[in-house]
């Protein structure tokens, strides 16, 4: 598996240039309220130093009165949270869970207006840092305009992921009509549990806020409890012949049900199994 992993990351970063994660620029989003002063106000919730201090510091006002307070509901379990999130945009959610109050002390418009200023950063940064057959330019800028615009679903790909690889972060994506989980980047055996989580609605409504204490040793638990609820999840598909198949399961020690399955079903079962082990080794090496 750590060769799998140390593999994917080659192939990923091969003829990349590899760039520090995209910050939130807020300096940026302030800017553009200064062309709508009416849009909003950005208090800052970390220490901003020097010009970027000075600007925030200029662009303060009582926005009370037209900035409801984030609606929060009880979600999935009793401990988790639910946040409402608008404009409903992959990458307005992104922007929510990253800096939570920054954001939300934003008007409509003024997210509106961040969201604009991020999305060609976005652009700027892809045309720099994702490189290679897996990013053509034309399509990778439209994915980028796409997240930051409309709703898209878990399986539009190269937006999403590039608002991962640029970001660093890692997503799960619950749809609660349907119950089912989603993974961005898809195979989350290729995923770092150093690498920050985030949840978010299939809809891009919401972000989910999990109770204290949770982190990736906890997934495989949560996963399960999901499953039993009747949830499914997404697991990366392996490819090969019905030998390479079968050597695969044999090398990662994965329990297959007995009798000769067919390869469809041998693809699905070996999947979700190094999905499963994956999540199993997080359980056991990751401090909570």
């Not at 959610?93 to 990253?98: F, T």
């Not at 695969?248 to 082990?277: C, F, N, V, W, Y």
Request: aromatic share 6%.
């Amino acid at each position: 598996m750590n060769h799998r992993r140390e593999h994917h990351r080659q192939h990923r970063h091969q003829g990349q240039e590899r760039e520090e994660p995209v910050p939130v620029d807020w300096a940026t989003v302030v800017m553009c309220l200064r062309k709508n002063p009416h849009a909003g106000a950005l208090p800052p919730s970390r220490p901003v130093r020097g010009a970027v201090a000075a600007v925030l510091a200029e662009e303060v006002v009582d926005t009370s009165s037209s900035v409801p307070a984030a609606a929060e509901t009880e979600a999935l379990a009793p401990s988790w949270t639910q946040l409402a999130v608008s404009p409903s945009t992959p990458l307005s959610c992104v922007l929510y869970a990253l800096d939570h109050n920054s954001y939300s002390s934003l008007s409509e418009s003024g997210r509106k207006e961040a969201g604009r200023a991020a999305c060609t950063e976005l652009q700027t940064r892809a045309d720099r840092a994702l490189k290679g057959r897996a990013w053509p330019k034309a399509k990778t800028n439209e994915g980028i305009v796409e997240v930051a615009e409309k709703e898209v679903s878990p399986w539009s790909p190269i937006g999403l992921v590039a608002l991962a690889e640029l970001y660093e972060i890692q997503m799960v994506v619950l749809n609660e009509t349907d119950k089912k989980i989603h993974y961005i980047p898809e195979d989350i055996c290729t995923w770092d549990p150093q690498t920050p989580i985030q949840y978010h609605a299939h809809n891009y409504r919401s972000v989910y806020r999990p109770p204290p204490g949770f982190g990736p040793a906890s997934m495989l638990a949560w996963l399960a409890e999901k499953e039993a609820d009747g949830w499914t999840f997404q697991s990366k598909e392996v490819k090969g012949t019905i030998e390479e198949l079968n050597a695969l399961a044999q090398e990662h020690q994965l329990t297959l049900p007995p009798g000769k399955l067919k390869k469809d079903a041998l693809i699905a079962h070996i999947s979700r199994g190094l999905a499963i082990a994956t999540l199993n080794r997080w359980s056991q090496a990751t401090p909570e």
